[in-house]
Antibody
Framework: EVQLVESGGDLVQPGGSLRLSCAAS????????MSWVRQAPGKGLEWVSV???????YYADSVKGRFTISRHISKNTLYLQMNSLRADDTAVYYC??????????????WGQGTTVTVSS | DIQMTQSPSSLSASVGDRVTITCRTS??????LNWYQQKPGKAPTLLIF???SLQSGVPSRFSGSGSGTDFTLTISSLQPEDFATYYC????????FGPGTKVDIK
C-alpha cells in the first residue's frame, strides 16, 4: 500500500528547531517529487518545499534560509529541518507525493499531518 | 509571482445542486491547474489534475475545465460527502494554492 506517515511535530519555543520526518511505503521517495505543505489553524494550504527526484530543492519565500528539505533513500524517508522557528510557522505539516516526477499530475498521496506549535 | 483567486470563498448548496467554483490566476499557466478537496481534520485529496483530468477513483460528478488564466471545478450533482473545502493549485511555477472555497449545507 502506498502510504506516507509524518512524525516529529511538537511544541517548540520561538527561535527553536525541529525536524519532521515522513516515512514512505509502497514507493521510493527518490522517484517522485516530494513536498511539504502546511496549514495554519483555520487557514488555507501553503506549499513549503519540494525535493525533486534528482535531488534539487526549492522553498517558499516564507521559509527560505530557515528550513531544509532532505531525504534518506535507504530509509525511504523525507525530512524537513526547521530552524529559527516563528509563531507564524505554527501549522499542521503534511508531506505529499507528486504523482510523477513533475508537478503537472498533482499531489496524489498525502500523509495524515503532524502538528507544529511555536509558542513560549 | 503568480497570484491566485477563487470564487466564491464560500457557498451554501443542497444535495443534488450543480456547483461551480472558479479559480483565476494572474498570468497564464496553460493547463497546470489541479483541484483538491479537504474535509475538516483530514489531509487534502486530489480530484482533478491538468485542469480537466479526473484522478483515479474520483466520482465522475466532478469535472474541471479551463486553460490560461480561468478555470472551473464543477460538481454536477452535489452529494452529502461533497461538503468540504476545495482548493485550486497552480503548478506552472513553484506550487501555489488558491485561498479555498468552502461548500456547506444550505
Amino acid at each position: 500500500e502506498v502510504q506516507l506517515v509524518e512524525s516529529g511535530g511538537d511544541l517548540v519555543q520561538p527561535g527553536g528547531s525541529l525536524r519532521l520526518s515522513c516515512a514512505a511505503s509502497g514507493f521510493s521517495v527518490s522517484t517522485n517529487y516530494m513536498s511539504w505543505v502546511r496549514q495554519a489553524p483555520g487557514k488555507g494550504l501553503e506549499w513549503v518545499s519540494v525535493i525533486y527526484s534528482g535531488g534539487s530543492a526549492y522553498y517558499a519565500d516564507s521559509v527560505k534560509g530557515r528550513f531544509t528539505i532532505s531525504r534518506h533513500i535507504s530509509k525511504n524517508t523525507l525530512y524537513l529541518q526547521m530552524n529559527s522557528l516563528r509563531a507564524d510557522d505554527t501549522a499542521v505539516y503534511y508531506c505529499a507525493r507528486s504523482q510523477a516526477a513533475e508537478f503537472y499530475y498533482g499531489m496524489d498521496v498525502w500523509g495524515q499531518g503532524t502538528t507544529v506549535t511555536v509558542s513560549s | 509571482d503568480i497570484q491566485m483567486t477563487q470564487s466564491p470563498s464560500s457557498l451554501s448548496a443542497s444535495v443534488g445542486d450543480r456547483v461551480t467554483i472558479t479559480c483565476r490566476t494572474s498570468q497564464s499557466i496553460s493547463r497546470y491547474l489541479n483541484w483538491y478537496q479537504q474535509k475538516p481534520g483530514k489531509a487534502p485529496t486530489l480530484l482533478i489534475f491538468g485542469s480537466s483530468s479526473l484522478q483515479s477513483g474520483v466520482p465522475s460528478r466532478f469535472s474541471g475545465s479551463g486553460s490560461g488564466t480561468d478555470f472551473t471545478l464543477t460538481i454536477s450533482s452535489l452529494q452529502p460527502e461533497d461538503f468540504a473545502t476545495y482548493y485550486c493549485q497552480q503548478t506552472y511555477s513553484i506550487p501555489l494554492f488558491g485561498p479555498g472555497t468552502k461548500v456547506d449545507i444550505k
